[in-house]
């Protein structure tokens, strides 16, 4: 596994520069959100073999959960980018609900000496 790390801003523009050098550009919203559910329904068939009960056929090409997560990354990218929407910021919001709303909801590690214990 490489080491290279990306900005939000940096995915979205990689994902723009591949998708620009194509005529058809970025799918519709309602093709999109098709493609992310065919990419989650693809990470859940990797987690089942991986974590669950059912292990792969000797057929079966072999996948990865990381290589699933990466196709949702991808075609999350494409959703934001095909409606202008800043990733970094959709996180930021979405974290701040969490961090504001769920913040006593979960039982919290202990803090020993300054550090968490885990």
């Known amino acids: 596994m490489s080491n290279i790390e990306y900005t939000t801003k940096e995915i979205q523009k990689r994902v723009d520069q591949y998708i620009s050098q194509f005529k058809e550009g970025y799918f519709s919203?309602?093709?999109l959100m098709a493609r992310l559910t065919e990419e989650t329904g693809e990470l859940a068939r990797e987690i089942n073999h991986y974590y669950g009960?059912?292990?792969k056929k000797?057929?079966?090409e072999e996948n990865t959960v990381e290589?699933?997560?990466?196709d949702l990354l991808f075609v999350m990218a494409c959703f934001a980018?095909?409606?202008?929407?800043?990733l970094g910021k959709s996180f930021d919001t979405a974290m701040s609900k969490f961090e504001t709303r769920d913040k006593d909801r979960w039982t919290k590690k202990d803090i020993q000496d300054g550090e968490q214990n885990g």
């Open 29 to 31: 919203p309602l093709s």
């Open 58 to 60: 000797k057929t079966e």
């Open 53 to 55: 009960e059912k292990p």
């Open 81 to 86: 980018n095909s409606l202008n929407i800043d």
């Open 67 to 70: 290589e699933e997560l990466g």
